[in-house]
């Protein structure tokens, strides 16, 4: 017998949450224990209390799935709202990666010219190596660290997808 | 606002809840909780055997009260023992509120003596915990705690106090009103959706209530509107294992559970519905079966408090969250308003009759005397005989508490208590404890199997103690049935470690404790052995030997629709593919 798996969608989740011990266990607990895809999480104190946190969770399912896991969270006490960017239209994500490249002579030129086409900005560098720092979207910092394995790639730290809605409402 | 330690903070909010009742174990991280209800008389302590057994009797408790159970363990073991009564309340949603002690904050993390990360194991097996790291939270956190564990969806909450908040002083402080800054569960339904509602059901020409535990936690006007609701739309009903009660057997638009071990007209009404009206039942997989053969021509309907269930495993044509109760006062007034009749659903009603005629409850027996008693014949002989004293009935978990829920029947809800969703051997025994506890003056019957029974057996001596009149029915054929009644379908009747080895002699065992033992043998001493136990005033354990290689049917065996039900043990092919092995 095979075990079978369902191809889905990715999701990007907006969750606040009450900005206390363990809410992030809680929450990537859920994911693992009901066999839910987390592809990144972030999470950051918003509120100007330090009452609220948001968490970005990049996730994909079929679309049953994705109304399971929104309502999974949900119902979680210390959640606030769970909302699914995707559902409200078009909305804004961002990611930066921190990407270490070392060499030196034509590779460490002509990773400074790809980073500029990325418009990557320098943010320290040594005789030997350059640190980047790319902000875009997941897809563009993918294609920005593929390329920086042909010139030296050492060392990657990315934050995961923050991601916002367009236009003036909040959440 | 009043200076006082934690620990009496701990007593007096028990006091200002309405807390008559905890269970509990003491131990070194809990002990000024101790020495501070010592102190409150009001408050009855039991004292259990186990931790587990803690949790059990205060479900047992909750069940049949309505009220949440209160429990009282200390750190580390004492935490983890609970676990599994936890994991219980959360899988049947079971109103419970944990105290658990825990090191002192400045051991946390340390690997202490008694340490265990209590909030980390309970996360996922909780509504929801607290670690209380101040004593002038712990009077706001026990309020809100009480208010989860009781509104939405109830479920279990353990609030982890650390022995030096149990020791320092601080201010206690009530809540003026509990409004949770993000826990606001809907209990009013969906106006619209009523009304759509309404209109489906007095559209439906082959309708049927699919009504669960849901309908038993919103109390007992829950179960009245449901009644009601039946009677104007003349609808059958069928219930989950959690749900009976709920709606009178004796009532003929009963069609008994449905399920796995449902009777066959419940899952062929199923089946062939053109509209399901789910209440506070959750589809499931002991319910559906195989799922792309559930109910294919129906409209599906589901009322549930806890949106998260809506859509899990069925999809449904209208969703509708909120409070069961609340949900069927509001279709009783649409269709008042709306000035509906109830169809003529007679060809729907033959077709049903068609179905019970299979009499698929039946089972063979011998009827003389000396004959070995089928364990169906001992379950409905307890119902005969205990007919008319409103008995509350826990089961244990396995063949036993199918047949129980199968033979037999009630009228009333909070009558029934049975681990559903969990399955949990050993629950049944310490749920009649706090059963007993909140109805010292009812007859409480714990059916039991013989294997189960032994994993929560040290609560003898928790009835001894505080003189309780549990009777414990034990159905002894000498194995794990339901295990074994597996093993002959799916694995050729291989029976791998199903035996019920070097088992105690029940009576003298009763006897140790103090009790009454009473052993049946056969068919001529069954009504004289149930009449004597209930005669006896105190605890009995009733040792009934029933015929050892009985099966559980209707059954429907894993991984099959509800039209593929074995009605009798000649149905049984003895193989199964591995796609429904794998199936619990």
Same mark, same amino acid.
């Given at each position: ?57 990049v996730?994909?399912g ?14 979680l ?11 409200g ?5 961002r990611?930066i ?5 070392a ?21 320290d ?34 934050t ?12 | 606002m ?8 701990v ?30 008389p ?10 587990? !057994?803690?949790?059990? +009797? $205060? #479900?047992?408790?909750?069940?049949? %009260? *309505? ?25 049947d ?36 915990n ?6 002038d ?5 026990l ?10 969806r109830p ?19 009530i809540?003026?009103?509990i409004d ?18 309404? !209109?489906?059901?007095? +559209? $439906? #020409?082959?309708?049927?209530?699919? %009504? *669960? ?24 009903v ?14 003929d ?9 449902g ?13 399901i009206?789910?209440v506070?039942a ?32 069925v ?16 279709l ?32 063979p027996e ?9 364990p ?9 005989a ?22 037999f ?9 049975t ?13 009649a ?7 010292p ?12 029974l ?59 404790y ?21 005669d ?21 065996p ?11 043990p ?15």
């Amino acid at each position: 017998m095979k075990i079978k798996t369902e191809a889905g969608e990715r999701h990007v989740l907006a969750v606040t949450v009450d900005n206390e011990a363990g809410i992030l266990a809680k929450i990537t607990g859920l994911f693992s224990a009901r066999g839910y895809n987390i592809e990144s999480l972030t999470v950051a104190d918003i509120s100007a209390d330090h009452a609220l946190s948001r968490i970005t969770i990049v996730t994909s399912g079929p679309p049953a799935v994705i109304d399971q896991i929104i309502a999974q969270l949900d119902r979680l006490v210390p959640v606030h709202s769970v909302t699914d960017l995707a559902d409200g239209g078009a909305h804004v994500e961002r990611e930066i990666a921190l990407v270490k490249v070392a060499g030196t002579g034509d590779k460490r030129i002509e990773a400074l010219r790809m980073a500029d086409v990325f418009r990557a900005k320098v943010v320290d560098t040594t005789l030997t190596s350059f640190i980047f720092e790319i902000t875009g979207t997941s897809d563009k910092v993918d294609r920005f660290i593929a390329l920086m394995r042909e010139c030296g790639l050492v060392e990657v730290g990315r934050t995961g997808v923050v991601a916002i809605a367009r236009g003036s409402e909040a959440l | 606002m009043t200076e006082m330690s934690g620990a009496d903070m701990v007593v007096q909010a028990l006091v200002d809840l309405g807390v008559d009742t905890v269970f509990g174990y003491p131990g070194g991280a809990v002990l000024p909780i101790y020495d501070a209800l010592f102190k409150h008389p009001t408050i009855k302590h039991i004292l259990v055997r186990h931790e587990q !057994a803690a949790t059990h +009797a $205060a #479900e047992g408790y909750a069940r049949s %009260t *309505g009220k949440p159970g209160v429990v009282l363990v200390t750190s580390g073991p004492g935490a983890t023992n609970a676990v599994t009564g936890i994991t219980d309340a959360l899988l049947d949603s079971i109103p419970m509120v944990v105290l658990t002690g825990q090191v002192p904050t400045t051991l946390i993390g340390t690997d202490a003596f008694q340490e265990c990360d209590t909030v980390g194991i309970t996360r996922h097996c909780t509504k929801h915990n607290y670690l209380v790291m101040d004593p002038d939270r712990l009077g706001p956190i026990l309020h809100e705690a009480f208010y989860i564990a009781t509104h939405g969806r109830p479920g279990p909450v353990v609030i982890d106090i650390p022995k030096n908040v149990q020791v320092a002083t601080g201010t206690y402080s009530i809540p003026n009103r509990i409004d949770h800054k993000s826990y606001r569960p809907q209990v009013d339904p969906d106006a619209d959706a009523i009304t759509q509602a309404a !209109a489906m059901i007095a +559209a $439906a #020409e082959r309708p049927i209530f699919y %009504t *669960g535990g849901g309908v038993i936690n919103a109390g007992p006007d829950a179960s009245a509107a449901l009644r009601q609701l039946v009677a104007l739309t003349g609808a059958p009903v069928t219930s989950t294992l959690m749900g009976l009660g709920a709606f009178p057997a004796d009532d003929d638009k009963w069609l008994g559970m449905l399920g796995m071990h449902g009777t066959y007209e419940s899952n062929m009404a199923m089946n062939r519905a053109d509209l399901i009206i789910a209440v506070g039942a959750r589809f499931d997989d002991r319910v559906t079966g195989r799922l792309d053969a559930f109910s294919p021509e129906s409209k599906k309907i589901h009322i549930d408090i806890d949106r998260s269930s809506i859509n899990k495993i069925v999809p449904v044509d209208l969703a509708i969250v909120g409070d069961a109760g609340r949900a069927l006062d509001a279709l009783i007034a649409a269709w008042g308003d709306k000035g509906y009749k109830a169809r003529d659903l007679g060809e729907w009603w033959r077709r049903i009759d068609g179905w019970r005629a299979t009499r698929c409850l039946d089972f063979p027996e011998k009827k003389e005397d000396g004959a070995e008693i089928m364990p169906q014949r001992a379950v409905k002989a307890l119902f005969d005989a205990t007919r008319g004293r409103d008995p509350i009935i826990t089961t244990e978990v396995g063949q036993h508490q199918m047949w129980a829920a199968q033979h037999f029947h009630f009228d009333s809800p909070n009558r029934w208590l049975t681990s559903g969703g969990l399955g949990t051997m050993g629950y049944g025994f310490p749920a009649a404890v706090g059963a007993q506890i909140a109805h010292p003056d009812r007859l409480v019957i714990c059916v039991a199997g013989e294997a189960s029974l032994q994993m929560n057996i040290q609560e003898m001596g928790t009835v001894s103690q505080y003189r309780l009149p549990v009777k414990i029915f034990i159905l002894n054929n000498q194995w794990m049935g339901m295990v074994r009644q597996w093993q002959e379908l799916t694995y050729e009747s291989r029976y791998s470690n199903s035996y019920s080895d070097s088992l105690p002699d029940f009576v003298k065992l009763a006897d140790a404790y103090g009790w009454t033992g009473i052993r049946i043998d056969n068919l001529g001493e069954l009504a004289d052995g149930i009449q004597r136990m209930i005669d006896t005033p105190g605890p009995v354990i009733v040792d009934c030997r029933v015929a050892q290689l009985a099966n559980c049917f209707p059954m429907i065996p894993s991984g099959a629709a509800h039209t593929d039900m074995i009605l009798q043990p000649n149905d049984i092919t003895g193989t199964m593919d591995d796609e429904a092995k794998a199936l619990v």
